[in-house]
């Protein structure tokens, strides 16, 4: 069955640090495990039951449900849940760095092929490179590489959404605080 780019946005990226998902993903193969499996060709919905687990490329999804349809030219709408549904994934190398693996969990994730966006409801949680947003919903439109967290769709404001971003050295720091090439004791 492919699935596109469905899932290759699962990297969801943090304000300080945003980067989009391995674009090899992409171009992998779809690799999905689960208890049960049940298709409607003619509807082209696909369920995948239990202990789901759902790979291509980096990407990593582990849910209790998968339901993924497919539209007439290919792109595919999945809907995860699961208590949490958990995803891994690596973002795309920028200059020398290596990607980041993004870690996340909620109750349910939408993920749309077609328009590249992914949602989290319900206990939305991303860790990516130590930084951690949490929200009720997450959002990350892998097009225009937008991230927004809210207490609730439509942002709400009966909640709080609370993210936690850790200091970052510059690319170009000496590699002890203070420390410079003219601090160096003479060689012997």
Not at 27 to 53: L, W, Y
Request: glycine share 6%.
């Amino acid at each position: 069955m492919p699935a596109g780019a469905a899932l290759a946005a699962l990297a969801l990226c943090l304000p300080a640090a945003a980067a989009l998902a391995e674009k090899a993903d992409r171009d992998k193969p779809t690799q999905i495990e689960a208890d049960r499996m049940s298709a409607d060709d003619a509807r082209r919905i696909s369920i995948f039951e239990g202990n789901v687990v759902f790979s291509k490329g980096t990407i990593s999804l582990r849910a209790e449900r998968i339901v993924v349809r497919q539209d007439a030219e290919g792109f595919l709408q999945a809907s995860a849940s699961g208590k949490p549904v958990r995803f891994r994934q690596r973002s795309d190398p920028r200059g020398a760095r290596e990607g980041v693996w993004a870690e996340g969990e909620a109750l349910r994730i939408e993920i749309d092929d077609r328009s590249q966006k992914v949602e989290l409801f319900e206990q939305a949680r991303v860790l990516r490179d130590q930084d951690e947003v949490r929200g009720e919903y997450i959002a990350l439109d892998q097009r225009s590489e937008v991230f927004s967290a809210s207490a609730a769709k439509g942002g709400s404001t009966a909640g709080r959404v609370r993210a936690v971003i850790q200091p970052k050295a510059p690319a170009d720091a000496p590699s002890a605080p203070g420390k410079t090439e003219t601090d160096k004791p003479p060689a012997r």
